[in-house]
Structures are given as structure tokens and as C-alpha cells.
């Protein structure tokens, strides 16, 4: 994996050090993968997780929506560069699909849409107005929403029938596809109680709940494939490490979606199934809740363990943002939803630990672009 791109190289491949090429200017998008987007996405969760947080803290609404609009123009940026490496690029552009890792990570760009969508809704509207808000929340989500349908389909397939898999291939980035619907249906929650009352909000709220459970156990599926490989094969290459955060996002996601719903459900469902509903984000968040904060604590201890021996700066890095945000946000609909002062305590921990992340990883980002590092190819490992 080189140390520029934002998912780690397959097997074989190393990071590639030292300075740029010379040429590295007229090489800018040739190799602008969809990993890019997941810088899209760890941005934006810092300012809607502020959103949600369940305290009062002065001055952070309006920090948050500062970062919200660097993560909506990043966001434009982002994909006029992506348009520029799909024209004069081609054959590389669709070389990502069938690559074995870059693959997965064609599910970043749906979830970033969602996210900057998301937080145009939550905080853009102190700035844009909230019927230009809604707008273009709407606009985003729809588009966000198909593109993560279509990802979960074709990646998955392209794997099935493609990719060259083997018993030790399984890595966080496998859950990239199938997670796009999951944020989907926790920021369509918001969305329900703008439609006509009637068979609109019903039918957005059950599509909701239909991406809820499909993202939910494809996860169910991925993640022991991720601990079996963990188990039998350690952590692999170092520049993998990070993906193992990426399981926390459908985590998260989930208890906040669940929540969210829950919340939304009254206005659409009849009683008892509106009653269920808010119970449901109750009895099936906490539960989740708790197997995300050991998984928190396993993805802490071995990223450490690997940073004492070295951990090379890749986009991969901003895996410990948006997966640390949606249990921020899942933290905070439940202590919201419960009343309770211990989850309200933890939801301003994980928040504080998401912020000191994305503050690193954005740092290190930024000065690998300036060096030019980020925009190197992959370059062979030498054999043993």
C-alpha cells in the first residue's frame, strides 16, 4: 500500500517513501481513488456528531457548522477532481472496481454524500435557511442513497465473481459496500416528518428499516470473517491496521439508526407498532452499544501495539474518524432516548477522542498533499 492513497495495497505492496517524483503535479488525479471520499466522511461526522450531542456546550454549534462547510466544500472539490481522473484516467478509474481492496472503498462516496447531506439538514440551516436545507439534504440523500443501493450489489458481486480472495484477505474494508444503506436509513429518519403525512412518511420510514436490516446482516456476515482472520492470521500489514476501526461504523450506525427511526416512527406508524419501534432502538442499542465499546477497546490495543513498530501514514488513517462518529452519535441517541447521565458522559468522551483524531488525521493529510506524497502510485514490495 503506498503511504499516499486512503486504503491499504494488497498483499506484496509496500509504502512508497521518500519524495515525490518531479512530475507529481501532472499526476494530481491519475490515481484519485473512491477512498478519497472517506475524508468527505470523517470531516462531516465531526460537526453532525456535535449536532446530536446530548450537553450544551457554548460556541461548539457554530464550530461545528464551520466544519460542516469545509466538509461540503471539500466535498465539491473532492468530486471535480474525481470527474478530471474519470476523463483523462478511464481504464484506471474502472481498474478500481476489480482491484481486491480498492474496491470496497467505492462505498465512501455514497456515505459521503449522506453525511454532508446530513449536516446540511442539522446545522447548515443556521447559514442556508432551513427550506434550502432541506433541499438540499433531500437532493444528497437521494443521490447518497441510490449510489450505496448500487455499491452494495456490485462490489459484493464483483468479489464473488472477480476478486482473488484468499483464506487471509478479509479486512474492514470489506464493510464498506454494505454500510452505505445503514446510513441511510439514520439520516433518512430526519427526512420522515418533512413528507405529507400519510403513505409518504410511511413509506420513507419502512425503506428506512429495509436499509437498516439489509446493511445489518450483510454486517453480521462480514464481521466474524474480519475476527476469524484476526484469530488465525494477526493483523497482517500495517497499513491494514486502521481498517479494523471501520467495524465500528455499521456498529454505531446501527444503534443510531435504530434510535432515530424510533423517533420518527410516531409520526407515521399507528400504535403499538410506533411504541415497538421506540422500544426496539432501547433494547437493540444497548446491547450493540456494548459490543462496539469492546470493539473500540480491541482496535485501540492493536493499533497501538502495531504504532510501537511503526504505522505509516495512509488515507487509511481516516478510518478512525467516521466509525469513532457514528458511536458518537449512536451514544448520544441513546442518553438522549433514556435520559441516562452515563451515557451522556460517554457520548462527550467518544466525542472529544473524535475530534483529537480528526484533528491528527487531517493534519497529517494535509501535510502529505503538500508534499505531494498523497498522489504516488503503489510501488512493488522487494520479495523476501
Not at 28 to 33: E, I, K, S, V
Not at 105 to 130: E, H, K, Q, Y
Request: hydrophobic share 55%.
Amino acid at each position: 500500500m503506498p503511504s499516499t492513497l486512503a486504503v491499504p495495497s494488497p498483499p506484496g505492496a509496500h509504502p512508497r517513501t521518500g519524495p515525490p517524483e518531479p512530475d507529481h503535479r501532472s499526476r494530481l488525479f491519475r490515481d484519485l481513488g473512491p477512498n478519497w471520499f472517506a475524508s468527505v466522511m470523517g470531516t462531516g461526522i465531526v460537526a453532525t456528531a456535535a449536532a446530536g450531542l446530548p450537553a450544551h456546550v457554548p460556541g461548539l454549534r457554530t464550530a461545528a457548522t464551520v466544519v460542516w462547510a469545509l466538509a461540503a466544500v471539500w466535498l465539491v472539490v473532492l468530486s471535480a477532481a474525481w470527474a478530471v481522473h474519470w476523463t483523462r484516467h478511464r481504464e484506471r478509474a474502472r481498474a478500481h472496481a476489480g482491484h481486491p481492496v480498492m474496491a470496497h472503498f467505492w462505498g465512501a462516496p455514497a456515505m459521503a454524500l449522506l453525511t454532508v447531506g446530513a449536516g446540511t439538514l442539522a446545522l447548515g440551516s443556521d447559514w442556508i435557511g432551513p427550506q434550502a436545507a432541506l433541499a438540499v439534504d433531500a437532493v444528497l440523500w437521494s443521490a447518497g442513497t441510490a449510489l450505496g443501493l448500487v455499491t452494495w450489489v456490485w462490489i459484493p458481486y464483483r468479489a464473488m465473481t472477480d476478486h482473488r480472495v484468499s483464506d487471509d484477505s478479509a479486512f474492514g474494508g470489506w464493510l464498506m459496500p454494505v454500510v452505505p444503506p445503514m446510513v441511510s436509513a439514520a439520516t433518512g429518519a430526519a427526512l420522515v416528518p418533512h413528507l405529507p403525512a400519510g403513505q409518504a412518511r410511511l413509506t420513507l420510514l419502512l425503506a428506512c428499516y429495509a436499509m437498516f436490516g439489509m446493511s445489518l446482516l450483510a454486517s453480521l456476515v462480514i464481521i466474524p470473517q474480519i475476527w476469524g482472520r484476526l484469530v488465525r492470521h494477526k493483523t497482517g500489514p500495517a497499513a491494514m491496521v486502521p481498517t479494523l476501526w471501520i467495524v465500528l461504523g455499521p456498529l454505531g450506525q446501527s444503534v443510531t439508526a435504530a434510535n432515530l427511526l424510533g423517533h420518527a416512527a410516531p409520526t407515521a406508524l399507528p400504535r403499538p407498532y410506533a411504541t415497538g419501534a421506540e422500544v426496539f432502538g432501547c433494547l437493540y442499542g444497548v446491547p450493540v452499544w456494548g459490543f462496539a465499546m469492546m470493539w473500540l477497546a480491541l482496535a485501540a490495543a492493536l493499533t497501538v501495539r502495531t504504532a510501537r513498530n511503526g504505522l505509516p501514514f495512509t488515507l487509511t488513517w481516516w478510518s478512525f474518524t467516521f466509525p469513532l462518529g457514528t458511536c458518537v452519535t449512536g451514544t448520544s441517541a441513546l442518553a438522549l432516548r433514556l435520559h441516562s447521565t452515563a451515557f451522556q458522559g460517554a457520548a462527550l468522551v467518544l466525542y472529544a477522542g473524535l475530534v483529537a483524531a480528526w484533528a491528527l488525521v487531517a493534519l497529517r493529510t494535509v501535510r502529505a498533499g503538500a508534499r505531494g506524497t498523497l498522489f504516488l502510485p503503489p510501488v512493488p514490495a522487494p520479495r523476501a
